[in-house]
């Protein structure tokens, strides 16, 4: 057979493009460019539409690269066109994306779609909202002299003195698009376009005027506000500054003075907030202070929404973004300072699909722009912490409240023998009983809702089990229907015991709906509110629920979602109501997280001027992690904690990646885990254990575990993960499961 090098030769190195695909495979491919196109360096970055898998699918890519392929122009495939003319993921954000892809070991396709609001994924185009300004003409001006009393005077008059915009007069004026096309067609009015680099000019220029030290409205900063703030200005470029505040020491005020400095000099700004906190409170609160446009970018949003908020931000328009977690994949087209606000949230870290943490991301982001990072909390992350005292970030404190806001008492109830009402202490009651008398209002807080989280046989010790979870079915509405928060089965409750047919069926321990139930009836005077993901799917809905309590005397009920955020000035007593589950669970992040939610809780507690009481029944009064809180705060538990850590190898000491698989026969996961962790056997330093099975071995029916990848240096286990990968993807054990790979697992779920 003759050797077709000839043909090689002439063939090879044509220049293509490599197009990542949103599909769950390493690889991106590469194309030839569409007929009557060069391809350049300048079309990474653009989407194009491609062929792919069989018959004539075709599906949407984003350019990554442009090069001489490797691959004989014969074997490869022509693009079908080329949606840009330029790209829509370029320069700093692209780079971070591909840095995000190689941390994450996630699918670079996969990585970018996220990045990409849904009108980009669809292949459509993203214009920004046009704008417009009315005029006067002569003859409008000329018939104002003249004209009768009505809407169209009015109008005229409102130009009088220049051009107005549309938005501005569609606020003021009833029945605008009426009025104003009448005058239109009279042509005594004239409407024109704004033409984009107008509108980002005045939006800069707007920001321009604030004082440096006073944005409009500021409030006067008390000293320790105010050098915090002269430290955090004193850092220009690159950095991270840890913002130790306790809860209502004004770490918001800070942000919002240095923010005012930044959009001053003419950079936008982009503030994270965690998922529950992005309320309209929180937006108005930005604006009213800062007198500009702020953007919001939520999950809430609709697409095209989000997809104006996100053109805004790269042509600049948008001086200040304020979103959760999605909002760190937005462009921007001068950045000047990212704010991580609650840097602790665990709503940062994305759970399924790409899993990543946006505090990181953007921490890389600002890398990029050489911009300062600001993290804020009362209960920093014991990652963040570390870096703290490691000198990798800067440490800044405000350990006061503001204002005249004291710190809440904190008590420690002992419920060992005490009668229990809805899982309330006796003097938990007298002191709601109290609080509503002097007209005030009651947080009792319970991390589990429904009315109890079991159904239990008092016969012959039966309890109602999740047919597909290694889990117990929660009971609802008042004990008629069960429901398991993991799958989210549902069934009435039995009558009777399905195995000794006994009537003696009790609901055991108590969760939101039961307290809620009880308290009504224990104060019938009083409003009581439930919050929790079954009153309240939505931020909004929150809100709504939150608004029926009103000033005046009241009580809410939730769970996690009441800890954070919310500025109730009227709230001056806290009831935790049993933290011993947290205490002794086995996870490395229990203790952390018990910490920061009995904290974040206990700072819902008198926010404003009246002294605050926050109330913890505890079977455990001795336990050594409440005395620690208690006596010396987060720092105390920080300080006692972080050595255990190092001890036993975990994070921020050791670096983890964890991979879960799931299967419905048995020893299908096992099998992909054990051939899985072959592959990653020979490193040094690099340490797989497992396969184990994982906390929850059977959920929705599928069988699931896990196994465990750690390093005490962050660059082996990364380079394992980089080799093993493909292997990975192609062992034939793959196909029979669900697996994912999670690097820097928040928790050991
Ligand atoms: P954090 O974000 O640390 O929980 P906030 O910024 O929300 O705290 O401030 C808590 C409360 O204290 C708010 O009601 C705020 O208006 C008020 N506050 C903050 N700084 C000052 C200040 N310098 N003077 C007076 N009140 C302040
Ligand atoms: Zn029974
Ligand atoms: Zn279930």
């Known amino acids: 057979m003759p050797e077709p090098l000839d043909i090689a030769e002439k063939s090879t190195s044509p220049t293509v493009w490599r197009v990542a695909v949103n599909a769950p495979l390493l690889a991106s491919f590469d194309y030839l460019p569409v007929d009557g196109h060069v391809a350049t360096a300048g079309d990474i970055g653009k989407r194009v539409r491609v062929p792919f898998g069989r018959g004539d699918k075709e599906r949407i890519g984003v350019i990554v690269a442009v090069l001489a392929s490797e691959m004989a122009l014969e074997r490869l495939t022509q693009a079908s066109e080329l949606l840009d003319t330029v790209p829509v993921l370029d320069g700093e954000l692209l780079e971070s994306l591909l840095w995000l892809s190689r941390y994450t070991h996630g699918p670079l396709g996969e990585v970018l779609w996220q990045a990409m609001p849904k009108v980009l994924r669809d292949g459509e185009a993203l214009f920004v909202a046009p704008s417009f300004v009315w005029s006067l003409t002569e003859a409008g001006r000329t018939h104002l002299g003249s004209a009768r009393e009505g809407r169209p005077k009015a109008l005229l008059s409102a130009l009088a003195n220049g051009p107005v915009s549309e938005d501005a007069l569609r606020v003021v004026h009833e029945n605008f698009s009426t009025t104003a096309r009448g005058l239109l067609a009279k042509e005594f009015v004239e409407r024109s376009e704004i033409a984009l680099d107008t509108r980002v000019r005045n939006a800069i220029t707007s920001v321009a005027s604030f004082d440096e030290a006073h944005p409009l409205h500021a409030l006067t900063l008390n000293e320790e506000q105010a050098s ?49 906190g992005l309320t ?31 053109i805004a931000a790269r042509t600049g328009l948008a001086r200040v973004v304020v979103g959760t977690r999605s909002s760190a994949f937005l462009p921007f087209e001068s950045l000047g300072l990212i704010i991580v606000d609650e840097e602790h949230d665990s709503s940062f870290k994305q759970f399924d699909g790409i899993r990543f943490n946006a505090r990181d991301f953007v921490i890389q982001r600002a890398y990029r722009w050489d911009v300062p990072v600001i993290l804020g909390s009362a209960t920093p992350s014991l990652e963040s912490w570390q870096n703290a005292v490691s000198g990798r970030y800067h440490r800044e404190e405000l350990q006061h409240r503001a204002g005249d806001a ?25 002191a709601i009983e109290q609080t509503l008398a002097r007209g005030e209002q009651v947080l009792v807080f319970k991390n589990r809702r429904g009315y109890a989280p079991v159904l239990l046989c008092h016969d012959c010790g039966w309890t109602a089990k999740c047919t597909r ?37 009790h609901p055991q321990g108590v969760g939101t709906e039961r307290i809620e139930g009880f308290l009504v009836d224990h104060f019938p005077d009083a409003p009581v509110i439930r919050v929790d993901r079954g009153t309240t799917q939505t931020r909004d809905g929150m809100l709504q629920q939150l608004s029926k309590l009103g000033d005046g005397a009241g009580i809410l009920v939730g769970t996690q979602m009441l800890a954070k955020g919310h500025d109730l000035s009227n709230l001056t007593l806290v009831v935790v109501v049993g933290a011993d589950e947290g205490l002794f669970s086995a996870d490395f992040r229990a203790n952390e997280r018990l910490a920061q939610l009995l904290i974040q809780v206990a700072g819902r507690a008198g926010r404003a001027s009246r002294l605050g009481t926050v109330m913890i029944q505890t079977h455990h009064p001795d336990h050594p992690l409440l005395a620690l809180l208690i006596n010396g705060g987060y720092k105390a538990f920080a300080a006692k904690e972080l050595p255990q850590r190092q001890a036993a190898l975990y994070p921020p000491f050791a670096f983890l990646a964890l991979i879960r698989a799931e299967a419905q026969h048995v020893g299908d996961a096992r099998n992909f885990l054990v051939a899985t962790r072959e592959l990653l056997a020979n490193e040094l330093g690099v340490e797989a254990m497992g396969p184990l099975p994982a906390p929850m071995p059977r959920r929705a029916g599928y069988l699931r575990e896990q196994l465990l990848v750690l390093s005490e240096t962050r660059k082996p286990l990364h380079t394992v993960l980089t080799n093993a990968l493909p292997a990975i993807y192609a062992l034939p054990e793959a196909r029979k499961v669900r697996w994912s790979l999670d690097v820097d697992p928040y928790d050991l779920y």
């Open 469 to 505: 979870c290694d889990a117990s079915m929660t009971v609802h509405n008042n004990g008629r229907r069960l429901q398991c928060h993991h799958c989210g089965a549902s069934r009435s409750a039995p009558n009777a015991c399905p195995d000794c047919a006994s009537l003696a069926l």
């Open 228 to 276: 915090v703030l002269a430290s955090l200005q004193s850092r220009s470029g690159f950095n991270v500054s840890l913002l130790d505040g306790v809860t209502g020491s004004g770490k918001t005020e800070v942000y919002l003075q240095r923010m005012a400095q930044v959009l001053a000099s003419g950079k936008q700004v982009l503030v994270m907030v965690p998922e529950i």
């Open 406 to 430: 004291q710190p809440p008492r904190i008590v420690v109830q002992d419920i060992r023998a005490a009668r229990l009402q809805a899982g309330l202490s006796p003097d938990a009651l007298k």
């Open 280 to 310: 309209p409170q929180t937006l108005r609160r930005f604006e009213s202070r800062l007198g500009i446009p702020v953007y919001a970018y939520h999950s809430s949003m609709s697409d095209t929404e989000r997809a104006q908020t996100w």
